[in-house]
């Protein structure tokens, strides 16, 4: 289930983000299970992006290779292998994703309609005072 929404945030975010050529490698990666353990170095190519953009001060590109740097965390570690990333990389993908798309102009509901699917952003009873 976590690929199929790693897939399609990375879907949602293709045609708004700065790099798309780094978008589609993501993405690409998200679908070869047999790459997942070159996730590793996928990581530390997005990494070295990162520190570009923050060098550059070019906050959309720093946002996008946050979010995809969870990514690649997340299918190394599903690979099992003996040093994986921390545990908490999954955890990150949405946090990111919400940050990404108040930057590159997308709703957060539509991240939210891939990641929580079928619920509402709005309270279901009023609170009680």
């Known amino acids: 289930m976590i690929i199929a929404e790693m897939k399609s945030l990375l879907d949602l975010f293709e045609s708004k983000v700065p790099d798309k050529e780094s978008n589609r490698l993501v993405r690409r990666f998200c679908d070869e299970k047999e790459k997942w353990i070159k996730a590793h170095g996928l990581h530390s ?67 939210a309609n891939i990641v929580a699917p079928n619920t509402s952003l ?7 005072g």
């Open 45 to 111: 190519t997005l990494r070295d992006r990162n520190l570009k953009a923050i060098k550059e001060g070019d906050k959309a590109k720093e946002c996008q290779y946050c979010f995809e740097e969870v990514i690649a965390k997340t299918l190394f570690n599903l690979t099992k292998s003996s040093a994986p990333f921390d545990p908490d990389s999954p955890y990150w993908i949405i946090k990111n994703a919400l940050i990404l798309a108040k930057e590159v102009g997308v709703q957060v509901e539509e991240v």
């Open 122 to 128: 709005q309270p279901t009873q009023k609170p009680r």
